[in-house]
């Protein structure tokens, strides 16, 4: 099992940058894929970015891409969402999930998060125009 921590959101200017960071409990947490989702108000969850076990596969979503960075750090148990230049429709809680490496993942390009069995908490993400 693992357990899921995010931290480091807050309130940021838009265009400026943020990290959030994601904690993972458990010796296993190098066999995940793990992803990053975000949720605004009255809106559905949406996938934001997904990183394969070992770091080599990653997927953006559109809205994402060029402006955010994922990274993992087996080692340390963490994997981190670099945002830059953020918008205030970046306006969300964020997640991070993390997924066993099946090949569904890859299929659906790390974005389906019924292919996420382990969720963190959240942390809210509130950028000011």
């Known amino acids: 099992q693992v357990q899921l921590v995010e931290s480091g959101g807050g309130l940021v200017q838009a265009g400026g940058s943020l990290r959030l960071s994601c904690a993972a409990s458990?010796?296993?947490?190098?066999?995940?894929?793990m992803g990053w989702f975000r949720q605004a108000p009255g809106k559905e969850r949406e996938f934001v970015a997904a990183?394969?076990?070992?770091?080599?596969?990653?997927y953006y979503a559109d809205s994402a891409k060029g402006r955010s960075t994922i990274s993992r750090d087996n080692a340390k148990n963490m994997v981190y969402l670099q945002m830059r230049n953020v918008k205030p429709e970046d306006t969300a809680v964020y997640y991070c999930?993390?997924?066993?490496?099946?090949?569904?993942?890859?299929?659906?390009?790390?974005?389906?998060?019924?292919?996420?069995?382990?969720w963190g908490q959240g942390t809210q993400v509130t950028v000011s125009s």
């Open positions: 990183m394969s076990q070992r770091g080599v596969t990653t």
């Open positions: 458990g010796r296993t947490f190098s066999s995940y894929h």
């Open positions: 999930a993390a997924s066993p490496a099946t090949n569904a993942w890859r299929e659906t390009g790390g974005a389906s998060d019924g292919e996420y069995v382990y």
